[in-house]
């Protein structure tokens, strides 16, 4: 009977321990930091934009800075892209980078209107709020951008 009894105790405290432990977190709490890529119609997919998408999503796994992409679609001019230009800087996108031809002609050219964004183009001309990184191998120029902007923007 004692048997009995402490075992049915130990299975009661079991149970209340188990229900006082919170769940574990079901989603990851980002930085007021946000990192966006600018690609061609094909979006990541692009072999221009793939490596940068990678980088992007390694640093944001360190850093824990939110990370975003927007693929030009419609229309393939200079004009059209310039509309996800805009669209990306007033969101609130703190650092963004374009990969591929037509996205890099569209920060080069829409970037002077918002100059209180970082641009950063893979391959270009660097100009005032504009940075070029290697197009050949971003990968570490981009995880070093996001994580000094991230460490200056946070306290």
Same mark, same amino acid.
């Given at each position: 009977m004692a048997a009995a009894v402490l075992v049915v105790a130990v299975v009661v405290a079991v149970l209340l321990w188990l /229900?006082?432990? *919170? *769940? =574990? =977190? /079901?989603?990851r709490a980002y930085l007021a930091y946000t990192a966006c890529l600018l690609t061609p119609s094909n979006g990541v997919a692009d072999p221009d934009a793939a490596p940068a998408w990678s980088a992007l999503q390694e640093v944001s796994l360190s850093t824990r800075a939110k990370v975003q992409y927007l693929a030009i679609s419609g229309p393939q001019t200079l004009e059209n892209a310039l509309t996800f230009v805009n669209s990306l800087a007033a969101s609130g996108c703190d650092l963004i980078f374009a990969?591929? =031809?037509? *996205?890099?002609?569209?920060v080069a050219k829409g970037a002077a209107t918002f100059p209180d964004r970082r641009f950063v183009t893979l391959g270009g001309t660097a100009a005032a709020n504009i940075s070029t990184v290697n197009a050949a191998a971003p990968h570490d120029e981009i995880v070093r951008l996001v994580a000094d902007g991230v460490r200056a923007a946070t306290p």
């Open positions: /229900r006082d432990t *919170p *769940p =574990p =977190p /079901r989603e990969a591929g =031809p037509l *996205p890099v002609q569209a």
